[in-house]
């Protein structure tokens, strides 16, 4: 979703919200860290403002108590597109027991799909890997949403050991590989190919989506208060957040299966 808002938006038009550094700050007053520019003369500052709004929306408990937030100390008309991504930034207060390998089991490839898809965009939310260019990791999701929506379940061969493309543009974070495999996933379905497990890549994507947070915290422990076992909980709080976000994820995509039938 959020890469492709940032795809049909520009920094022209898009509709800024005024999420200062002092707010964000005061979100995370445990932990000194910096974040993107405010400024928008910038070619990608709707990206930017996109991610401080993550940023914001993901330290409510629910899309509820954001939106009660926002409206009071931001703005009184958000506008639509706010509204779709708070859909998918935002925890939901709804707990489910399974935990996410079950619920990966339980789900079927087509819906996993669009599962980590969304993973992917969202860890680009807390880290964008570098390089950005030729690996653009944001553009690979936004041009391939539609193809990942006309995917189908037909009988696919499957394909043993596939070179994976750009796999020589991994960076420095390791785990840059998954986007490219996704792509090509998505690339050799469309030829009536398999060449990876759909359940073990969204376990993968899973893997990417907490390994890009704590990069984002990865500098934070030096100047926080907070003693080691008390960041180190802190983390664990926030993967657990994150992973209860994603069992969310996957729990709609088995709802709408079973409102189909």
């Known amino acids: 979703m959020y890469c492709k808002a940032s795809a049909i938006y520009t920094s022209s038009n898009w509709h800024y919200l005024d999420i200062s550094d002092e707010i964000l700050k005061s ?107 030729p690996s653009y990791f944001m553009g690979i999701l936004s041009c391939i949403d539609e193809r990942v929506n006309k995917a189908t379940n037909r009988q ?32 050799g379905i469309e030829k009536g190919e398999l060449y990876y497990d759909i359940k073990d890549l969204s376990r993968q994507a899973y893997d990417v989506l907490l390994k890009s947070m704590e990069l984002f915290f990865e500098h934070g422990y030096l100047s926080s208060f907070l003693s080691e076992e008390a960041w180190e909980r802190k983390l664990h709080e926030i993967a657990m957040k994150e992973t209860d976000w994603c069992k969310a994820q996957i729990q709609k995509g088995i709802k709408n299966k079973h409102n189909k039938v």
Not at 35 to 45: I, N, Q, S, T, Y
Not at 164 to 177: I, K
Request: proline share 4%.
């Open 156 to 187: 696919l061969k499957w394909i043993n050991n596939p070179e994976v493309e750009g796999v020589d543009f991994v960076s420095g974070e390791s785990y840059t590989h998954v986007f490219y495999k996704f792509e090509n996933l998505i690339n």
């Open 27 to 133: 979100r995370y007053a445990w932990v000194t860290i910096s974040f993107l520019g405010e400024a928008r003369k910038f070619p990608w500052a709707h990206e930017y403002n996109m991610i401080r709004f993550f940023l914001l929306c993901r330290t409510f408990p629910s899309k509820k108590q954001a939106l009660r937030w926002i409206e009071h100390h931001l703005v009184n008309d958000i506008k639509p597109i706010h509204l779709s991504l708070m859909n998918v930034f935002c925890y939901s207060e709804n707990k489910i027991l399974e935990s996410i390998d079950e619920l990966i089991d339980q789900t079927d490839d087509k819906d996993l799909l669009d599962f980590i898809q969304l993973v992917l965009d969202r860890a680009l939310l807390w880290n964008r890997p570098e390089p950005c260019w």
